[in-house]
């Protein structure tokens, strides 16, 4: 289902400083080897709720999908960061690309989905525009219940609703959110909006197994026992496998390696498939809200974390490999390529000229893959740090797994870099001084913390 080759970042392939050799890399999975056993044991503890999320039952989802999902024309997410994040990436990877643009009938009946995860009034106006509030129920999602983005766009959508349905607006609301706490089970609770719980424990970047994303997957036919199933299959083989043959962890242990080691404080995640996009996006909040922490578990100032870039094969040969081979040589670059192509198409041979005529004969899935055989290999030969990772498909398996491989590996990271990989304080203090900014009642001393700290001298503001 997937397949690790980390060849690409030895010394026998890249020679020294900028590689591992085999000895020390089986001396370090060896000597860290413990994490694999206490993260087990934690978990057991109940200290990784996440990780039982493929277990939980899903019938309420299911049941709610299959007697209402082709009833609406459109399903629209309220959400931002993890609320949003797994949703795009579940509807880029298992739908086919441009799927709002297909006519209902090649949708199977399901709406289009669209995901609002920004207060770009002109993204929020023109998408309101362009669907029928009637014909639309809205999702709204926030694990705290008290996102200040999400509560925005939810206000400006009961506007809407009410205008258009009256009293009857509810019916298009369905709300995602914490069991007890906060401003949107208050108004569930109120209301009387139907509603779905966030997961106690589990935190936005680690909820894409859950209703958060579970749910809009479901409304537009995405097998999610299959997805569940992906997860749950790389679960159990993580718990019945040595730590020496652990993929999770030694990819955690690799990147954690040549960032505090060898000077490679830049992870690159580049997919070769349009439709992992998406994916990348996710994996972008995942490692660096989750690592990059200034205090480590023994309260000592650390500034942790390596720094993410997403790129795409092969769009960003054109612009991004440019850097990545030439320029500074601190970034360790991880390949996600994609074995099968089930939607592949073959190159005619539309004209007589040899410039264009050795294409013919060739599938574009084929061209795909020689491109990133190709930026492997200047990579390898600029001694430039890579590993690949190799899915036989994009199907609900293969998905569910990767999700949950990548979240696995953040956690295995967390121990490495001795941080809690739960936890976003650098978030939450902006979050503060937006509730100032905002007037909230409460928050009148970031008002004034914020004036000491932006004083501008007007002498460095320039004017065009």
Known sequence: MIELDFNNILYAVLGPVHSISDGELNNTIANNAHICAEIQEERQQGKHPWMD??????????GLARSKAKRWENFLVLGIGGSALGTRTLLEALK??????????????????????????DETQALFKLINPQKTLFNVVSKSGETTET???????????????????????????????????????????????????VEGRYSVLSPVALLPAAFIGIDIKRLLQGASILDQYIQKTAADKNPAYISALINFIFDTQKHKN??????????????????????????GKRYNIDNKEVFAGPTVLNALGVTDQHSQIQLYNEGPNNKLIVFIEVEKDKDDMVIPA???????LFLAGHSLHQLMLAEKSATEYALVKSRRPNYTIRLKELSEETIGALLYFWQLNTVYAGKLYRVNPYGQPGVDAGKRATFGLMGRKGFEKEIADISDTLTKDKHWIMRI
């Open 53 to 62: 999320l493929a277990e939980r039952g899903i019938e309420d989802i299911l």
């Open 96 to 121: 086919p690309p441009f799927y709002n643009l297909l006519p209902a009938k090649e949708r199977n009946g399901y709406p289009r989905l669209f995901v609002l995860d920004n207060i770009d009034s």
């Open 151 to 201: 509560i925005a766009s939810l206000l400006i959508t009961l506007k809407l609703l009410k205008k258009h349905l009256g009293k009857k607006y509810t019916q298009n609301l369905i709300v995602t959110t914490d069991k007890d706490n906060g401003f949107l089970r208050r108004l569930v609770n109120k209301e009387g909006y139907l509603s779905f719980e966030t997961p106690k424990g």
């Open 266 to 291: 830049i992870l690159v995640i580049m997919p070769y498939s349009v439709k992992l996009k998406a994916f990348a996006e996710w994996f972008r909040q995942l490692y660096p809200e989750s690592l």
């Open 350 to 356: 539309s004209v007589k000229d040899d410039s264009a």
